[in-house]
């Protein structure tokens, strides 16, 4: 069984930064790439960046430039560093694994952007 756990959500004033984390764990056989979605309230989950296992990087053209995704295989940790936030970058981040036969997904974290 797979568990991704994710951390460092919450409450930020347009033009601030978070930086989201999710730390991998449990039975990982093999790890095809990792990545971040989000669910804004009452629209559909949409795919935000994703890395592969050898460190490939890409990102939504929505967030490009202000977002970057990182990972740490060691730690099987991926994180999302997300600067000059703005209103609509309000949702819901889950974090997914694609281990190549299934995917993980964690129990997401609420970023709100407000002043």
């Known amino acids: 069984q797979v568990r991704l756990v994710e951390s460092g959500g919450g409450l930020v004033q347009p033009g601030g930064s978070l930086r989201l984390s999710c730390a991998a764990s449990?039975?990982?056989?093999?790890?095809?790439?990792m990545g971040w979605y989000r669910q804004a309230p009452g629209k559909q989950r949409e795919w935000v960046a994703t890395?592969?296992?050898?460190?490939?990087?890409n990102s939504a053209d929505s967030v490009k430039g202000r977002f970057t995704i990182s990972r740490d295989n060691a730690k099987n940790t991926v994180y999302l560093q997300m600067n000059s936030l703005k209103p609509e970058d309000t949702a819901v981040y889950y974090c997914?694994?694609?281990?190549?036969?299934?995917?993980?997904w964690g129990q997401g974290a609420q970023v709100t952007v407000s002043s």
């Open positions: 449990g039975s990982i056989l093999s790890i095809n790439y």
């Open positions: 890395i592969t296992n050898s460190g490939r990087t």
């Open positions: 997914k694994l694609d281990s190549f036969t299934r995917d993980y």
